[in-house]
């Protein structure tokens, strides 16, 4: 069975502040790692790292995945209160588009 | 494209009641998800199709869960009867390759 699990479970940040996200994982036939931001609302798609050691970035996120220690870590610089939310992790494998999910870590960035 | 579209938002109803929720895919993708998202359990996949045929059940609680995908554009979950262990937002999803696009989900209230 599948199995993702992130941490910290919550974290309480200042603005300007720079933040990192821990997801690891054990999958059996391991195709690609997910971050989603979910805000009050469905989650919505961040990134998708299948190589490990390639780092995607996106404005001030920025995440990179270790296929070798089944790891991966989600950062944020320069953290604003709109970076509040929950950030969730899931992997998918070559079973099919399932996708399993973590617990998520729940951000605060205070101003 | 309007995204996802799921009906009703929110569902407020009393055990032993028929509930049925409906999505909407995005035009074109041929997988469609069904989860279900708690504060204990976090983001669960129910279930999920391809090309309108369910490929996967193995996440759906028990026989008090059914879902069916009739056409490409049309995806219900029905829950019978409802218990209030039930009360949690359920999402729908679309995909045409890995990345999922979520839609705003159920708000389902068991009393």
């Known amino acids: 069975e599948d199995k993702v699990v992130q941490s910290p479970l919550s974290l309480v940040v200042h603005e300007g502040d720079t933040v990192t996200l821990n997801c690891s994982y054990e999958?059996?036939?391991?195709?690609?790692l997910l971050w989603y931001k979910q805000e009050k609302k469905a989650p919505t798609f961040l990134f998708m790292l299948t190589s490990s050691g390639i780092e995607k970035k996106s404005g001030r996120l920025s995440s990179i995945l270790d296929k070798k220690e089944l790891f991966s870590i989600l950062n944020i610089t320069a953290t604003q209160t709109g970076d509040s939310a929950v950030y969730l992790c899931a992997v998918e494998d070559f079973g099919g588009n399932m996708l399993t999910f973590g617990g998520g870590t729940r951000l605060m960035v205070k101003p | 494209d309007a995204g996802v579209i799921q009906s009703p938002r929110h569902e407020v109803t009393e055990m032993g009641q028929e509930v049925t929720l409906r999505c909407k895919p995005i035009?074109?993708?041929?997988?469609l998800f069904w989860y279900r998202q708690t504060m204990m359990r976090g983001l669960e996949l129910l279930i999920y199709?391809?090309?309108?045929?369910?490929?996967?059940d193995s996440g759906m609680p028990e026989d008090r869960f059914s879902a069916k995908m009739p056409n490409a554009s049309f995806s219900t979950l029905k829950i019978q009867p409802s218990e209030p262990r039930d009360s949690a937002v359920y999402f729908c999803?679309?995909?045409?390759?890995?990345?999922?696009?979520f839609g705003p989900g159920t708000r389902l209230t068991v009393l």
């Open positions: 199709f391809n090309n309108n045929v369910p490929i996967d």
């Open positions: 999958v059996t036939n391991f195709r690609s």
């Open positions: 035009s074109g993708h041929d997988y």
């Open positions: 999803a679309s995909s045409l390759t890995d990345e999922q696009f």
